[in-house]
Every structure is written in structure tokens, then in C-alpha cells.
């Protein structure tokens, strides 16, 4: 096991679509996608079809139709699931639109059980989304006694993520969480260096990511210029650029964080053009083509 990956599982249905029906109406589609979704999976999926191997989820698992789909997902990326059962899968009907995004989602977070205790031996990387705290907390813990480094997608917050945050080593959170925390993209970068985080960052969409790296610096990370027209879903691109920058510590652990995150916003610029999380996961070389395609604008 190289990385491990822990948060709530979703199948996602994506529909493209100019209107959406109410009432007695019905509409047509232009386009639609059935994929995972969650956010610490979604980053899972993202990483197992960048490093090919060694990717384990701690997640959510019903013994219903959508579970058996989930599960036939993650066989073909090669991802071995630990479950925590709940009754019902949980849903999401994703409506992207002029590169936002609209979600309703239905989920099951009644566990029937606790979560899952695996040998951790031997591995490099825990990534959490917050979700399930109690098994990201005990994870989390047992990765600073051993070394492996922990990252922390920060989208929400959601509870047990500010005890979370005494084990992370990588935070990025979402400009949502500054929100509900009222704190501005500077404070928050100087909190999460007060929690002892030694990379933070606060990621704004197109407008890429305010963050601090090794020594301290800060400095915005511009998105690459993807033009309008050829945005087609956002959601979820957060999610892969997570799961790219995971992958390319794991490939180059001694390669500083500015190349790591360089290279997962162009894996997140290769997601946006795909309907659908699935469509959009890049190969290295999705992400090298899409680098000299839209070339970054901060580089020399």
C-alpha cells in the first residue's frame, strides 16, 4: 500500500443540459456521465490511473446495485476498497453550467459499523477529505508516529476537522472553509501554519491557489489558461488535482511542492474539458499534452 485514501463514496450522474425541467416538464439531455464521485475517492481514482498500483479506500460501501457498480469501478483501477457498510449508496446529480456547477445529492452517513483497522505498514501518503473524522483522526495519528505524509483536501467544515488538523502535513483547503470560518485567504494560510502544517493552501477555481510552500513563501499558483469554450465540467477538478499531487509526491517525494501542485493544476485543466469525473482523469501524458497546450503563465 502506497497511498491510502479515506472519505465518503458517490455515484455521480452528470447531465449536461441548457434547461432543467420543473413542474410537469421534461427535457432533453445534450450529454450525460455516470461515475464515483466523493471527494477524497474521487482523488483516490485519480491518483490509482496516474501511479497505476498501491492505492487503498477506507469508504463508504451499501449492498445495493449502486454499491456493486462502485465496487466494479474501483476493480477496473485497480483500487482495494476497505468498507464501512451503510444501508443506502449515496447519489449525486451533478448540472454543470458556464463553468459553475450545481449538486443534489442524497446520502447515507449512518454507519452500521466502525471503521475498518487495516495494516498500514509500509505506506507513504494518507489522504483525507474530512469525512468519516473518527477513522481520518486514528489514521492520521498513527501517520505522524510512522513518517507517512498526511494531506488534507479541506473543502468544509465538517466536524473533527480542526483535531484533524494537528496531523496534517498538506493542507489545501477551499475558499468555503474560509467562509465558514471567517478568515480571509491570508489568515487562513497563517492558521494553518499555526496548526503546523508545513504546506497550506486556499484554492479559488479559476483563479488558481494562494499557498505557502516548504520555506514558508507565499505566493499564488495561477490556474492554466483553459479557455471558456472549452470548459466543460467543473466538478470534480478539485478532487484531481488533489489525487495528481498526491501521485507526484509518491513519484518524486523529494521534488519540491511547487512542481508537485504544477503538475496537479494541469491535471485539474484536463479534467474541466471531460463530462464526468471518470472522463476526466488524465494519464501523465493527458497532462504533459495539456502543459503544452495551455502553457503557465507564471513560468519563464
Not at 474539458?273 to 495551455?294: K, S, Y
Request: glycine content about 10%; some cysteine.
Amino acid at each position: 500500500m502506497d497511498a491510502l485514501f479515506i472519505g465518503h463514496a458517490y455515484i455521480d450522474v452528470t447531465m449536461r443540459t441548457k434547461t432543467v425541467p420543473h413542474g410537469d416538464q421534461k427535457s432533453v439531455a445534450e450529454d450525460y456521465a455516470v461515475s464515483f464521485g466523493g471527494n477524497a475517492v474521487t482523488a483516490g481514482f485519480a491518483c490509482a490511473k496516474l501511479i497505476g498500483k498501491g492505492v487503498d479506500l477506507v469508504t463508504s460501501l451499501a449492498p445495493d446495485w449502486l454499491g456493486h457498480m462502485f465496487m466494479d469501478m474501483t476493480a477496473s483501477y485497480g483500487i482495494r476498497v476497505h468498507p464501512r457498510r451503510v444501508r443506502r449508496s449515496s447519489l449525486s446529480f451533478v448540472l454543470p453550467n458556464d463553468g459553475k456547477r450545481a449538486i443534489l445529492r442524497a446520502r447515507d452517513a449512518d454507519f452500521l459499523e466502525d471503521f475498518p483497522r487495516i495494516d498500514v505498514s509500509g505506506l507513504e501518503v494518507l489522504h483525507v477529505d474530512g469525512h468519516m473524522s473518527d477513522a481520518a483522526i486514528h489514521y492520521a495519528r498513527g501517520c505522524r508516529e510512522t513518517g507517512a505524509l498526511v494531506s488534507l483536501d479541506g473543502g468544509a467544515l465538517r466536524p473533527g476537522i480542526l483535531e484533524l488538523l494537528d496531523f496534517v502535513d498538506v493542507a489545501v483547503v477551499a475558499e468555503r472553509l474560509c467562509e465558514q470560518m471567517s478568515l480571509s485567504e491570508t489568515e487562513m494560510l497563517a492558521f494553518l501554519r499555526g496548526k503546523g502544517c508545513r504546506i497550506g493552501g486556499v484554492t479559488t477555481g479559476e483563479h488558481g491557489m494562494l499557498w505557502y510552500d516548504e520555506s514558508g513563501e507565499v505566493s499564488r499558483l495561477p490556474a492554466l489558461p483553459v479557455p471558456k469554450e472549452k470548459v466543460v465540467d467543473t466538478s470534480g477538478a478539485g478532487d484531481v488535482f488533489h489525487g495528481a499531487y498526491v501521485a507526484s509526491f509518491l513519484q518524486r517525494p523529494q521534488a519540491p511542492w511547487r512542481e508537485h501542485f504544477g503538475f496537479a493544476r494541469a491535471a485539474s485543466a484536463f479534467k474541466i474539458q471531460h463530462l464526468g469525473n471518470e472522463a476526466g482523469l488524465p494519464t501523465q501524458n493527458d497532462i504533459t499534452a495539456t502543459l503544452a497546450l495551455f502553457p503557465p503563465t507564471d513560468e519563464e
